[in-house]
Protein backbone atom coordinates (compact mmCIF):
# COMPACT_ATOMS: atom_id res chain seq x y z
CA UNK A 1 0.00 0.00 0.00
CA UNK A 2 1.37 3.62 -0.78
CA UNK A 3 1.92 5.42 1.86
CA UNK A 4 0.19 8.77 2.59
CA UNK A 5 1.95 11.67 0.55
CA UNK A 6 4.15 9.09 -0.94
CA UNK A 7 4.96 9.86 -4.81
CA UNK A 8 4.97 8.08 -7.29
CA UNK A 9 8.71 8.32 -8.01
CA UNK A 10 9.57 7.04 -4.99
CA UNK A 11 7.28 4.15 -4.92
CA UNK A 12 9.10 3.51 -8.27
CA UNK A 13 12.22 3.65 -6.82
CA UNK A 14 11.28 1.31 -4.30
CA UNK A 15 10.40 -1.26 -6.89
CA UNK A 16 12.93 -0.79 -9.07
CA UNK A 17 15.76 -0.91 -6.13
CA UNK A 18 17.16 2.20 -7.31
CA UNK A 19 17.78 4.92 -4.57
CA UNK A 20 19.53 6.94 -7.40
CA UNK A 21 16.02 8.57 -8.05
CA UNK A 22 15.54 12.14 -7.17
CA UNK A 23 12.09 12.06 -6.68
CA UNK A 24 10.37 15.18 -8.52
CA UNK A 25 8.91 17.34 -5.99
CA UNK A 26 6.38 19.54 -6.56
CA UNK A 27 3.98 22.55 -4.71
CA UNK A 28 0.86 23.44 -6.45
CA UNK A 29 -0.11 27.09 -5.17
CA UNK A 30 -3.64 28.33 -5.61
CA UNK A 31 -3.32 31.46 -7.34
CA UNK A 32 -7.25 32.31 -7.52
CA UNK A 33 -9.65 34.18 -5.35
CA UNK A 34 -13.12 32.36 -4.56
CA UNK A 35 -15.87 33.51 -6.50
CA UNK A 36 -18.46 34.73 -3.92
CA UNK A 37 -20.05 38.16 -3.21
CA UNK A 38 -16.64 38.79 -1.95
CA UNK A 39 -15.03 38.70 -5.15
CA UNK A 40 -12.72 41.50 -5.95
CA UNK A 41 -14.68 43.33 -8.73
CA UNK A 42 -14.14 46.99 -9.83
CA UNK A 43 -17.39 48.92 -8.52
CA UNK A 44 -18.31 50.03 -12.31
CA UNK A 45 -19.18 45.88 -12.88
CA UNK A 46 -22.25 44.07 -12.18
CA UNK A 47 -21.05 42.12 -8.40
CA UNK A 48 -21.54 38.23 -8.41
CA UNK A 49 -24.27 36.79 -7.54
CA UNK A 50 -25.25 33.05 -6.95
CA UNK A 51 -28.71 32.44 -6.69
CA UNK A 52 -30.26 29.25 -5.22
CA UNK A 53 -32.03 26.79 -7.46
CA UNK A 54 -32.56 23.86 -5.21
CA UNK A 55 -31.46 22.47 -2.16
CA UNK A 56 -32.74 19.48 -0.65
CA UNK A 57 -33.78 15.99 -1.20
CA UNK A 58 -36.34 15.66 -4.57
CA UNK A 59 -38.90 12.75 -4.47
CA UNK A 60 -36.32 9.97 -4.68
CA UNK A 61 -34.82 11.36 -1.27
CA UNK A 62 -31.92 11.97 -3.22
CA UNK A 63 -29.58 15.11 -1.83
CA UNK A 64 -29.58 18.09 -4.64
CA UNK A 65 -27.88 21.19 -4.25
CA UNK A 66 -27.61 23.78 -7.21
CA UNK A 67 -27.52 27.29 -7.93
CA UNK A 68 -28.00 29.69 -10.61
CA UNK A 69 -24.71 32.71 -10.91
CA UNK A 70 -24.33 36.15 -12.54
CA UNK A 71 -21.10 37.95 -12.80
CA UNK A 72 -19.24 39.77 -15.04
CA UNK A 73 -16.40 38.58 -17.13
CA UNK A 74 -13.89 40.46 -15.50
CA UNK A 75 -15.24 39.71 -11.79
CA UNK A 76 -12.93 38.49 -9.32
CA UNK A 77 -9.35 36.37 -10.56
CA UNK A 78 -10.06 36.81 -14.57
CA UNK A 79 -8.62 37.43 -17.52
CA UNK A 80 -8.68 40.20 -19.36
CA UNK A 81 -8.18 38.84 -23.59
CA UNK A 82 -6.44 40.92 -26.04
CA UNK A 83 -10.28 41.96 -27.42
CA UNK A 84 -10.94 43.50 -24.50
CA UNK A 85 -9.41 46.97 -25.93
CA UNK A 86 -8.10 45.43 -29.35
CA UNK A 87 -10.62 45.35 -32.27
CA UNK A 88 -9.07 42.47 -33.35
CA UNK A 89 -7.55 40.94 -30.93
CA UNK A 90 -7.69 37.61 -29.54
CA UNK A 91 -11.04 36.94 -27.68
CA UNK A 92 -11.04 34.50 -25.10
CA UNK A 93 -11.73 31.39 -26.77
CA UNK A 94 -9.30 32.01 -29.52
CA UNK A 95 -6.42 32.55 -26.89
CA UNK A 96 -3.80 29.07 -27.81
CA UNK A 97 -3.84 26.75 -25.23
CA UNK A 98 -0.18 26.32 -25.21
CA UNK A 99 -0.32 30.22 -24.40
CA UNK A 100 -2.14 29.39 -20.87
CA UNK A 101 -0.82 25.63 -20.20
CA UNK A 102 2.37 25.41 -17.73
CA UNK A 103 4.13 28.82 -18.49
CA UNK A 104 7.35 29.85 -16.95
CA UNK A 105 6.40 32.21 -14.41
CA UNK A 106 7.86 35.69 -13.19
CA UNK A 107 7.45 37.97 -10.53
CA UNK A 108 8.39 41.21 -10.10
CA UNK A 109 8.06 42.52 -6.73
CA UNK A 110 7.61 46.12 -6.98
CA UNK A 111 5.80 46.38 -3.15
CA UNK A 112 9.00 47.50 -1.70
CA UNK A 113 9.30 50.26 -4.51
CA UNK A 114 5.78 51.18 -3.75
CA UNK A 115 6.35 51.61 0.03
CA UNK A 116 9.28 53.84 -0.53
CA UNK A 117 7.65 56.10 -2.68
CA UNK A 118 4.28 56.62 -0.73
CA UNK A 119 2.48 56.72 -4.32
CA UNK A 120 -0.91 55.03 -4.22
CA UNK A 121 -0.88 55.07 -8.04
CA UNK A 122 2.46 54.18 -8.64
CA UNK A 123 3.34 53.07 -12.33
CA UNK A 124 5.73 50.29 -12.86
CA UNK A 125 8.86 51.89 -14.70
CA UNK A 126 11.11 50.10 -17.70
CA UNK A 127 13.87 50.43 -14.92
CA UNK A 128 11.63 48.45 -12.45
CA UNK A 129 12.14 45.57 -15.03
CA UNK A 130 15.68 45.65 -15.96
CA UNK A 131 16.72 46.39 -12.05
CA UNK A 132 14.74 42.50 -11.93
CA UNK A 133 16.34 41.46 -14.57
CA UNK A 134 19.89 42.69 -13.50
CA UNK A 135 19.23 40.67 -10.28
CA UNK A 136 17.44 37.87 -11.59
CA UNK A 137 18.22 37.13 -15.11
CA UNK A 138 16.61 37.42 -18.18
CA UNK A 139 12.70 36.86 -18.61
CA UNK A 140 12.24 33.99 -20.68
CA UNK A 141 10.47 33.11 -24.19
CA UNK A 142 6.82 32.63 -23.50
CA UNK A 143 6.90 33.70 -19.57
CA UNK A 144 4.14 34.96 -17.78
CA UNK A 145 4.96 38.25 -15.66
CA UNK A 146 3.49 38.84 -12.56
CA UNK A 147 3.90 42.37 -11.64
CA UNK A 148 3.50 41.96 -7.36
CA UNK A 149 2.40 45.42 -5.82
CA UNK A 150 1.52 44.23 -2.07
CA UNK A 151 -2.05 44.93 -2.84
CA UNK A 152 -2.99 41.79 -2.47
CA UNK A 153 -2.39 42.17 1.16
CA UNK A 154 -5.78 44.30 1.36
CA UNK A 155 -8.13 42.27 -0.54
CA UNK A 156 -10.26 41.49 2.56
CA UNK A 157 -10.99 44.71 3.04
CA UNK A 158 -12.31 46.29 -0.31
CA UNK A 159 -12.20 49.86 0.40
CA UNK A 160 -8.36 50.01 0.82
CA UNK A 161 -8.31 47.10 -2.05
CA UNK A 162 -9.91 49.45 -4.41
CA UNK A 163 -8.41 52.40 -2.81
CA UNK A 164 -11.73 54.48 -2.71
CA UNK A 165 -11.22 57.64 -1.46
CA UNK A 166 -13.84 60.89 -0.26
CA UNK A 167 -14.47 61.50 -3.98
CA UNK A 168 -15.38 57.36 -5.09
CA UNK A 169 -12.42 57.84 -6.86
CA UNK A 170 -10.12 54.82 -7.47
CA UNK A 171 -6.52 54.08 -6.27
CA UNK A 172 -4.31 51.49 -7.03
CA UNK A 173 -0.59 50.75 -8.73
CA UNK A 174 -0.32 49.18 -12.17
CA UNK A 175 2.09 49.36 -14.93
CA UNK A 176 2.90 52.38 -16.90
CA UNK A 177 2.76 52.66 -20.68
CA UNK A 178 6.71 52.48 -20.80
CA UNK A 179 6.68 49.67 -19.39
CA UNK A 180 4.28 47.63 -21.19
CA UNK A 181 5.67 48.42 -24.52
CA UNK A 182 9.11 47.48 -22.99
CA UNK A 183 6.79 44.08 -21.81
CA UNK A 184 5.79 43.99 -25.84
CA UNK A 185 9.32 44.19 -27.45
CA UNK A 186 10.80 42.17 -25.02
CA UNK A 187 11.63 39.25 -27.25
CA UNK A 188 12.96 41.55 -29.54
CA UNK A 189 15.47 43.55 -27.48
CA UNK A 190 17.59 40.44 -26.65
CA UNK A 191 18.39 37.18 -28.10
CA UNK A 192 15.27 35.54 -27.65
CA UNK A 193 12.89 34.64 -30.28
CA UNK A 194 9.25 34.93 -28.74
CA UNK A 195 8.14 37.60 -26.38
CA UNK A 196 6.28 37.09 -23.59
CA UNK A 197 2.69 35.63 -23.43
CA UNK A 198 0.57 37.64 -20.65
CA UNK A 199 1.15 40.30 -17.81
CA UNK A 200 -0.81 39.66 -14.18
CA UNK A 201 -1.17 41.44 -11.21
CA UNK A 202 -2.37 41.62 -7.99
CA UNK A 203 -4.85 44.48 -8.37
CA UNK A 204 -8.22 45.67 -9.89
CA UNK A 205 -6.47 46.70 -12.78
CA UNK A 206 -3.29 46.42 -15.21
CA UNK A 207 -3.49 50.06 -15.32
CA UNK A 208 -3.32 52.46 -12.41
CA UNK A 209 -6.34 53.66 -10.16
CA UNK A 210 -6.21 56.94 -11.64
CA UNK A 211 -5.68 55.95 -15.55
CA UNK A 212 -8.29 56.80 -17.74
CA UNK A 213 -6.79 55.93 -21.27
CA UNK A 214 -5.74 51.95 -19.91
CA UNK A 215 -2.26 52.60 -22.08
CA UNK A 216 -0.83 49.58 -19.98
CA UNK A 217 -4.17 47.49 -21.58
CA UNK A 218 -4.26 49.19 -24.50
CA UNK A 219 -0.36 48.60 -25.38
CA UNK A 220 -0.44 44.98 -24.09
CA UNK A 221 -3.49 44.00 -25.77
CA UNK A 222 -2.54 45.78 -29.44
CA UNK A 223 0.52 42.49 -29.49
CA UNK A 224 -2.38 39.57 -28.25
CA UNK A 225 -0.34 39.53 -24.82
CA UNK A 226 -3.21 39.07 -22.21
CA UNK A 227 -4.16 40.50 -18.77
CA UNK A 228 -4.43 38.89 -15.82
CA UNK A 229 -6.11 40.59 -12.70
CA UNK A 230 -6.91 40.25 -8.94
CA UNK A 231 -3.87 37.52 -8.81
CA UNK A 232 -3.98 35.92 -5.59
CA UNK A 233 -1.06 34.76 -3.46
CA UNK A 234 1.36 36.46 -4.98
CA UNK A 235 3.69 36.22 -2.31
CA UNK A 236 3.57 32.79 -2.10
CA UNK A 237 6.09 32.62 -5.29
CA UNK A 238 9.67 32.74 -5.64
CA UNK A 239 10.98 35.60 -8.53
CA UNK A 240 11.74 32.56 -10.81
CA UNK A 241 11.05 28.81 -10.97
CA UNK A 242 7.55 28.37 -10.99
CA UNK A 243 5.37 27.41 -13.76
CA UNK A 244 1.95 28.94 -13.94
CA UNK A 245 -1.43 27.03 -15.57
CA UNK A 246 -4.53 29.44 -16.58
CA UNK A 247 -7.82 28.29 -16.93
CA UNK A 248 -10.74 30.81 -18.33
CA UNK A 249 -13.79 29.70 -19.26
CA UNK A 250 -13.83 29.40 -22.60
CA UNK A 251 -16.53 32.07 -22.93
CA UNK A 252 -17.35 32.27 -27.13
CA UNK A 253 -16.51 35.94 -28.04
CA UNK A 254 -15.70 36.44 -24.43
CA UNK A 255 -13.31 40.21 -23.36
CA UNK A 256 -12.58 38.37 -20.14
CA UNK A 257 -13.54 35.06 -18.34
CA UNK A 258 -13.32 33.94 -14.95
CA UNK A 259 -9.76 32.03 -14.55
CA UNK A 260 -8.42 29.33 -12.35
CA UNK A 261 -4.98 29.86 -12.29
CA UNK A 262 -2.43 27.05 -10.78
CA UNK A 263 1.27 27.49 -9.95
CA UNK A 264 3.98 24.63 -9.90
CA UNK A 265 6.50 25.25 -7.66
CA UNK A 266 9.93 23.19 -8.21
CA UNK A 267 9.48 22.11 -11.79
CA UNK A 268 12.15 23.11 -14.08
CA UNK A 269 15.71 25.54 -13.55
CA UNK A 270 15.47 27.83 -10.97
CA UNK A 271 17.58 30.59 -12.18
CA UNK A 272 17.31 32.17 -15.11
CA UNK A 273 20.00 33.26 -17.66
CA UNK A 274 22.21 36.30 -16.75
CA UNK A 275 21.22 39.78 -17.89
CA UNK A 276 24.23 40.87 -18.92
CA UNK A 277 24.81 37.71 -21.37
CA UNK A 278 23.52 39.59 -24.52
CA UNK A 279 25.89 42.24 -24.15
CA UNK A 280 29.43 40.07 -23.77
CA UNK A 281 30.03 39.97 -27.81
CA UNK A 282 30.18 44.03 -27.32
CA UNK A 283 32.42 43.77 -24.59
CA UNK A 284 34.88 41.88 -26.91
CA UNK A 285 34.74 43.73 -29.59
CA UNK A 286 37.53 46.59 -28.46
CA UNK A 287 40.20 43.58 -28.74
CA UNK A 288 40.18 42.86 -32.23
CA UNK A 289 42.27 45.54 -33.55
CA UNK A 290 44.53 43.91 -31.16
CA UNK A 291 44.42 40.28 -32.00
CA UNK A 292 44.26 41.66 -36.07
CA UNK A 293 47.33 43.58 -36.02
CA UNK A 294 50.65 40.86 -36.27
CA UNK A 295 49.21 39.59 -40.02
CA UNK A 296 48.70 43.45 -41.25
CA UNK A 297 44.83 42.05 -42.10
ZN1 LIG B 1 -10.50 42.81 -16.72
Given at each position: ????????????????????????????????????????????????????????????????????????????????APR?????GWTVEAIP?????????????????????????????????????????????????????????????????????????????????????????????????????????????????????????????????????????????????????????????????????????????????????????????????????????
Amino acid sequence: MVPPGCSLVMVMAAVTGSLAVTPAVSELIELTYTYNVNAPTSPKLRQFKQELVMKGRNKQRQWVELYNICLSEHSGTHIDAPRHFNETGWTVEAIPTDRLWRLPAVVVDVSKMIGKSQEKNYEVTPKDLTDWEAEHGVIPDGALVFVRTGWGKMVNNYWSYAGLDENNKLNFPGLGKEAAEWLVHHGQNNSHSTGIVGVGIDTLSLDNGHSVRMPAHITLFAANIYGIENVANLDKLPAVGSHVTVMPMRIGKGSGAPARIIAEIGEGPMSLAPALRPFLPALLLPLFPVLRAPWGV
